[in-house]
């Protein structure tokens, strides 16, 4: 039988987050259900929530960077078993069977993959609703294992944060020797940051803060460029091997192409709402090329989160109660947190204070 689940959602674009309760399905053989421990905040959650990309299916319970634990799986699962520190990030099914899925690139599946919240369930029709609640119930192939001793109160920002910086980096062969430019140190900046240099690349971070230049060499850059000085901007051109774009609005990209040298490729990972403009030429000198990246594959998103086991890897987190989450995405839009919150989920019942 169908389970009642607690959580947050909204009703409305214009609508707080408020407590919810809805049913999750009962175990499919093929399922795992998990008691989710914390719960990551993403820029995604906000905008669906106040259908900024138009779409949104109220009502709405976000939430796509999840860990937890696992309390039950179905007759088929062997991968898991109760008890297991597990992890949920963007998706939670796709068709498995196209040529996408079976090379490991669920994210582009053909019949397009199931999204952790607001989508439809390929079986039922029904809306899926994300982790800002006490449980969910998932495919066993969508959910990840956490390393043995991670810190399971930094690991959700990963499962997105983490995955969309990782993925580009490892598409492109970032490693040993690599010149590469970080653009924006903010949720998806600050990992970039931190796995480029993990991975042995000599990191540079671009911001328009100069204030931001210090805690961008804490996290692990080796220089860092302002980009409002022209005179560092010029300096800097030809530079480098690999830029990661992470800034979330549309932005003139010239200037960074600039910085590119032979062949060099930048990446744009923020959601923009319109394509950047750029000048042909500016890709066409030195052989450069601009490109998007969304989240990895599953086999790809679990190799991120053995490799952040490795190296010791974590993003800057602000753990928040979840009656605090309304407040949260506020500071979101001032850009006021360090750099990701987690919703430690063991509040979720309890009373304000």
């Known amino acids: 039988m169908p389970t009642q689940a607690i959580g947050w959602g909204t009703d409305a674009p214009d609508q707080p987050l408020k407590p919810i309760r ?7 053989p093929n399922d795992v259900a998990i008691r989710i421990t914390h719960a990551g905040i993403c820029h995604s959650d906000l905008h669906t929530c106040r259908n900024d990309w138009r779409g949104s299916k109220y009502p709405v319970v976000p939430g796509h960077e999840i860990v937890g634990t696992v309390t039950a799986v179905g007759d088929e699962v062997t991968r898991h078993q109760v008890g297991d520190t597990v992890a949920v990030g963007c998706m939670v099914d796709s068709c498995m069977e196209c040529d996408q899925c079976l090379e490991g690139w669920e994210v582009f599946c053909r019949k397009g993959s ?3 919240y607001n989508s439809a369930d390929y079986h039922d029709g029904t809306i899926t609703k994300g982790g800002y609640t006490d449980h969910i119930v998932v495919r066993d192939h969508f959910v990840l294992k956490v390393p043995d001793g991670m810190d399971v ?6 499962l997105c944060a983490g995955i969309t910086t990782y993925s580009p980096l490892r598409q492109y062969d970032v490693g040993t020797g690599t010149k590469v430019a970080v653009v ?3 949720g998806l900046g600050h990992m970039g940051v931190k796995l480029a240099a993990a991975m042995g690349a000599h990191v ?3 911001t328009t803060t100069p204030s931001k230049g210090e805690d961008a060499r804490e996290l692990g850059a080796h220089d860092v460029i302002i980009s ?3 005179a560092q901007m010029k300096a800097a051109r030809t530079r480098f ?10 932005h003139p990209i010239d200037p960074y192409l600039q910085l590119l040298g032979r062949s060099g490729r930048m990446v744009i990972v923020g959601a923009l709402m319109e394509m950047p403009p750029f000048t042909g030429g500016n890709l066409i000198m030195w052989n450069r090329a601009v490109g998007g990246s969304a989240i990895g594959g599953i086999p790809e998103t679990q190799e991120m989160l053995d490799f952040c086991a490795a190296k010791d890897i974590y993003p ?3 753990t928040i109660r979840m009656d605090e989450v309304n407040d949260a995405y506020e500071r979101l839009l001032r850009n006021d947190v360090r750099y990701r919150f987690v919703i430690d989920m063991s509040t979720l019942e309890q009373p304000a204070e």
């Open 184 to 186: 924006g140190l903010g």
């Open 204 to 206: 540079t971070m671009i």
């Open 22 to 28: 809805f049913e999750r399905r009962d175990l499919r």
């Open 241 to 250: 091997d690999f830029i990661l774009n992470t800034i979330p609005v549309s």
């Open 316 to 318: 800057e987190v602000e």
């Open 114 to 116: 199931v999204q952790t």
């Open 228 to 230: 409002t000085d022209k």
């Open 153 to 158: 109160t930094r690991v959700a920002p990963l």
